[in-house]
């Protein structure tokens, strides 16, 4: 909704909390309101919430029908602005990644705005398989702008899309000391410039991990390329799949079949080579993965 210089109202404070969630929780619950405030403004209602006793409880009752009345169109219609939002964040931050991965500039991330960067980045992290949340409470001077939860921890981002001059030691050093108020496994500083040797050196030996333009852009071109070889795999299983009729020729499936026991992917993390592991614990316990040689300084994973 339109976002004026003054006070923002409820329901502009509504509509941003509902593009935070995916745009199917927008509608599901635009969706909901909509059948319990339809169902609080029907006539009948009165006799089935409270039988008036007095005028004051009639007209309390008669107030409250006249809000659900309103209410069930208007806090759904809300709902669904906050879930077109959602919808175009989410087209946005594909578009974004398809930009810097077709792009073969070295500065693909310059022509930016503070905004697209944070999208940006969080659709990075998504594709290494990350929830993310993006706080709201980021801005181009600071702030812990994306919260993101894998395997039951907890990560902080901060992103800098600083192009003049490279970060310093305390915008680490602030986030390190955020990530021990709340209690976060590790955090990450994202820049689209560089970092000053001061920064390098604190984040040095800690769970921090700094991102430069460069290593940015190539995460998001490897990651995304890793996305499109899974899909063209799942792809391909799903024919083999539905035309059990069609064998694949003898030399190309025994290709297929070896392949994953003998090519070792790099980590989409910090592009080392990978090693592959069983999980001992949790809801995959006792299937493989892919594990970066480096762990657990870095903890990147990939499906086998």
């Known amino acids: 909704m339109a976002r004026s210089r003054g006070k923002r109202s409820a329901m502009d404070d509504l509509a941003d909390l509902v593009s935070l969630m995916p745009w199917w929780a927008g509608v599901a619950a635009a969706l909901g309101f909509y059948l319990v405030l339809h169902t609080l403004a029907q006539p009948g209602a009165a006799a089935v919430v409270a039988k008036p006793a007095d005028v004051t409880q009639a007209v309390a009752h008669s107030l409250g029908r006249s809000a659900a009345t309103i209410g069930q169109y ?35 991330l310059n022509g930016m705005s503070w905004q697209q960067f944070e999208r940006l980045v969080g659709e990075a992290f998504r594709l290494q398989g990350f929830n993310v949340q993006e706080t709201g409470r980021g801005g181009p001077d600071g702030g812990v702008d994306l919260v993101l939860r894998r395997s039951g ?108 026991a003998t090519a070792t992917p790099p980590c989409p993390a910090c592009a080392k080579p990978m090693l592959r592991r069983t999980a001992r614990k949790g809801a995959n316990a006792g299937r493989e993965f892919w594990g970066c040689e480096a762990y657990p300084a870095c903890k990147g994973v990939r499906s086998v």
């Open 74 to 108: 208007l806090l759904p219609f809300i709902c669904l602005v906050g879930a077109a939002m959602s919808a175009f964040k989410q087209h946005e931050r594909r578009k974004l990644v398809t930009q810097v991965t077709q792009s073969a500039s070295a500065d693909a």
């Open 153 to 260: 921890e907890k990560h902080l981002v901060q992103c800098k899309q600083w192009k003049a001059y490279k970060v310093g030691v305390d915008v680490v050093r602030e986030l390190y000391g955020v990530m021990a108020a709340q209690g976060a496994a590790g955090g990450f500083v994202v820049t689209s410039g560089h970092f000053s040797r001061e920064a390098e050196a604190f984040a040095e030996g800690r769970n921090v991990r700094l991102v430069d333009g460069l290593q940015l852009q190539g995460l998001i071109r490897q990651v995304e390329r890793a996305r499109k070889e899974a899909c063209a795999v799942r792809g391909a299983a799903n024919v083999r799949g539905a035309s059990a009729a069609m064998p694949l020729p003898p030399a190309p499936q025994a290709q297929l079949q070896q392949k994953p």
